[in-house]
């Protein structure tokens, strides 16, 4: 019933023709199709009449004849590619259109090709096997759906070498459908890519209402908006659009004031060749100078590049399969009027010589350009000027024989002497063998994939107007491979100054973003609201963290102002100085302790321990810088900690030299055994300094100090967390503990006979420092702000310089100014006095 409706609505179509639709036939032993609309449209109307083919395109009579030369070196080539078999051929103008081409297909799927009848004399109840075991086209999307449902019904493989739908790869469908084109589905992601390269915010979509045209549209509108590309407009084309009547003038009236009024930074028009014509000749006209990006179906058209004015249109991106010279076929064109003719070449030939009056021109005077009253109709040129109109264009209708060629030599299990099977295969066999087909053809790699889709890529061309009076050049400017990013190999002669950019801010300043006014995508600039903030180029605005606050110009966020204890802070300076003050001392006792080492006064301060001493307290001033400027972490674990281990330090070498002291003038011989014992300085200053070590190491391996930022009012104050109060406690606990200690041993020396005062003198400094840290406590705790490390530092300087100006100090007065008394009989007569005042026997040695 299908059938039968299929016929009898396609024999009223061309019962109303009023000539008929071109045809070129050649016997074979095995028949290939082909489908070309070399006519692009029919004047197909509402109104009930004939119809006529109209627009006679050069570049698809050339695809033709592309067919016909690859077949006719199959033929003749040699060695034989199938030898003993005869390729042949059966070609139809479909004039771009589904009726016309379903009748062109159903004569194909007929058992036996007479190029004098239009239709088959009966229809059979079933299909028989069709002589034509594949056929070859069509152009269109559109046109290509149609035929490849009627195909399907005999399993007839048809290659299609531009039909780009993505439709067409479901195999469901069109299970006998493949091509020599990519799939739409990867064109509208290379456009995509484009236009993120170029950094383009805003375009414009242009489709048709046919197959090609739908398909591309819908996917690049989700793409965009993946992207976050703003779409300004989409309009589809009515499918009558091509054709040359006044609702056509409506419509195009309607786009170019769409177009003239839009922000796109670029025009996409994914559309057949026959809409492209009119778009961009009204471009022309109306000197639209925009950015249009070109689908396959017209972005190497020549017809096009050429037309008057090209540059009033702006520039033109394009896609296109990636395509290669067809080799031989120049010099084929150049001479198939010559020998022998088919259809097609006679009806060029005919036309030429009723239409053209160039007939008596020399060779030199013709004319091989086609002028703008030609394009639109059969142009009038010259058979010697289509060469000059062979492109890479017909690479792919001579890539589709190829594979079927491939494919009837493995079918066939051909060599260059003979074919083992002979050709009576059926359709689907052969179809099988090309979906299976893996070969290399003029360096390239190719095969189908399980949609049928072949293994190409696309080349971008751009169409160079700098360099041509009239007229553009169509060049290669980069690739793009499925699944791969785009790649522009050059792109420096493509910014065209003259071209406008449409958009309503093309860049925001700092502080200012893009927001949508009256149009969609006509962006405005507003400025951030306050705590909000944009670097430019029309970013949006973003909320400034709760520590930070937008700057006047909202082009920043900044951070709350930092507190903390300058360098230049006065407080800052007097520490400073006290603290190089305490070292250059420190050094300089050290120098003096060194040079009066041997004598008593050194000895009375522990002799060798005083130099460990004096370290400790080089640490301790040292330490004084790390309070002050702006924290760092290795500043907060370096602070307190280590004046903890160094201050241990000290205090146990004096611990350790008031032990020998209470030793040395210990005359009870209950006590003096056990007090011999203690009297081990090493040992003691290790012992006692190492408890503090061990503590302090702890703190800093599991609770360290840390950088802290505490937001304080309208500043965040920078300051030392101490980590663990627990562990800062323990340490000033212990150093007041072990300063404790020393105390009551000094009180206690005091009773003892000291010409050097050191007992008193360390009692001073040992109650100093008890004092000191319990204010430091007491401050510490309650002050917030930034003097509070300075407090620390100050109490680590008074720490210090209670020992070295209490203990150390007096007895450098006395190496410098009082050396009367530093030496060994001066001591010794002064401990007789001291005993013999007492009442004591002293037994001089």
């Not at 109709?377 to 062979?390: A, D, E, G, I, Q």
């Not at 802070?569 to 250059?584: A, E």
């Amino acid at each position: 019933m299908f059938l039968l409706l299929l016929f009898a609505s396609v024999m009223n179509v061309f019962q109303s023709f009023s000539e008929e639709t071109l045809h070129a036939y050649y016997p074979g032993d095995i028949i290939i199709g082909g489908l070309f609309p070399v006519h692009l449209m029919t004047d197909r109307s509402t109104t009930p009449g004939p119809l006529n083919c109209l627009n006679y395109d050069v570049a698809i009579f050339l695809q033709t004849q592309a067919m016909i030369s690859a077949i006719t070196d199959i033929n003749q080539r040699t060695p034989r590619l199938l030898p003993n078999l005869t390729l042949g051929y059966d070609i139809y103008d479909t004039c771009g259109d589904v009726n016309v081409a379903i009748m062109a297909t159903l004569r194909l799927l007929t058992n036996q090709s007479d190029p004098n009848s239009c239709l088959p004399g009966a229809l059979p109840s079933t299909l028989p096997e069709p002589k034509t075991k594949a056929v070859i086209g069509e152009r269109y999307s559109e046109v290509s759906v149609a035929v490849a449902r009627v195909v399907a019904l005999s399993s007839l493989p048809q290659i299609s070498y531009a039909s780009t739908s993505k439709l067409l790869s479901n195999k469901l469908k069109f299970p006998t459908f493949l091509r020599t084109i990519s799939s739409d589905e990867y064109q509208t992601k290379a456009i995509t890519e484009l236009v993120v390269l170029f950094k383009w915010k805003t375009v414009a979509i242009v489709g048709s209402d046919d197959e090609y045209g739908m398909y591309g549209s819908d996917s690049l509108q989700q793409l965009f908006r993946d992207m976050g590309i703003c779409i300004d407009f989409v309009t589809i084309l009515s499918g009558d659009f091509s054709q040359n009547n006044s609702q056509t003038s409506i419509h195009l009236n309607e786009l170019v004031e769409e177009i003239s009024q839009s922000f796109a930074e670029a025009i996409i028009l994914f559309s057949k060749d026959a809409n492209a014509d009119i778009i961009i000749e009204a471009a022309i006209k109306y000197n639209l100078n925009r950015t249009w990006i070109a689908s396959d179906s017209w972005a190497t058209s020549l017809k096009l590049a050429e037309m008057p004015g090209i540059k009033l249109a702006g520039q033109v991106f394009g896609f296109t399969s990636k395509m290669s010279e067809v080799p031989g076929f120049k010099e084929h064109v150049t001479s198939m009027f010559n020998g022998n003719s088919n259809t097609f070449l006679q009806n060029y030939l005919d036309y030429y010589k009723r239409n053209c009056s160039d007939t008596s021109e020399k060779k030199t005077d013709i004319n091989c350009t086609i002028t703008k009253s030609q394009h639109g109709s059969r142009p009038c040129l010259h058979p010697s000027c289509l060469v000059n109109y062979t492109d890479q264009d017909q690479y792919n209708t001579y890539l589709a024989v190829q594979v079927i060629v491939e494919a009837l030599r493995h079918l066939l299990k051909c060599d260059n002497q003979r074919c083992e099977r002979s050709p009576d295969f059926t359709a689907s066999e052969l179809l099988m063998e090309i979906q299976k087909v893996n070969f290399t053809v003029k360096d390239t790699h190719f095969f189908f994939d399980k949609n049928g889709d072949p293994s190409t890529g696309y080349d971008i061309v751009y169409w160079n107007m700098t360099g041509s009076k009239q007229g553009a050049q169509i060049i290669t400017i980069g690739e793009y491979w499925p699944n791969r990013h785009i790649n522009i190999s050059t792109c420096d002669f493509v910014r065209d100054e003259n071209v406008t950019i449409y958009n309503c801010s093309k860049t925001c300043p700092p502080g200012q973003e893009f927001k949508s006014q009256v149009k969609k995508c006509c962006l405005l600039c507003v400025p951030c609201a306050d705590g909000e903030f944009s670097p430019g180029n029309g970013q949006n605005c973003k909320t400034c963290g709760p520590k930070k606050y937008s700057s006047d110009q909202r082009d920043m966020c900044v951070n709350n102002t930092s507190e903390f204890l300058q360098w230049q802070d006065p407080f800052s300076i007097i520490l400073t100085s006290l603290g190089v003050l305490g070292i250059i001392v420190t050094i300089v006792f050290a120098i003096l302790f060194s040079i009066y080492r041997s004598t008593p006064i050194v000895k009375a301060v522990g002799g060798y321990l005083c130099f460990l001493e004096l370290f400790s307290l080089l640490i301790c001033f040292c330490l004084t810088f790390s309070f002050l400027g702006k924290p760092t972490r290795p500043s907060c674990m370096a602070g307190l900690p280590v004046f903890g281990m160094a201050f241990s330090l000290c205090i146990s070498c004096i611990l350790a030299n008031l032990l020998q002291i209470l030793v040395g003038f210990s005359f009870d011989l209950k006590r003096t055994s056990w007090i011999k014992k203690l009297n081990q300085p090493v040992a003691v200053v290790i012992i006692v300094s190492g408890i503090q070590l061990a503590l302090c190491v702890l703190w800093l391996y599991h609770y360290p100090p840390y950088l802290q930022n505490e937001t304080l009012s309208h500043f965040i104050l920078v300051e030392c967390n101490k980590g663990s109060n627990a562990f800062f406690i323990a340490m000033i606990s212990y150093n007041a503990f072990l300063a404790l200690i020393c105390f009551l041993f000094a009180f206690k020396g005091k009773q003892l006979p000291d010409l050097y005062k050191n007992a008193s003198q360390i009692t001073i400094s040992m109650v100093l420092f008890l004092i000191i840290w319990i204010l430091f406590i007491q401050i510490y705790i309650n002050l917030v702000g930034k003097y509070k490390p300075a407090i620390e530092s100050a109490a680590v300087l008074i720490s210090s310089y209670s020992i070295l100006v209490c203990h150390l100090a007096p007895k450098c007065y006395i190496m410098i100014f009082k050396k009367e008394i530093n030496n060994e009989k001066t001591i010794a007569e002064y401990i007789r006095k001291h005993y013999e005042q007492k009442g004591m026997a002293v037994v001089s040695s």
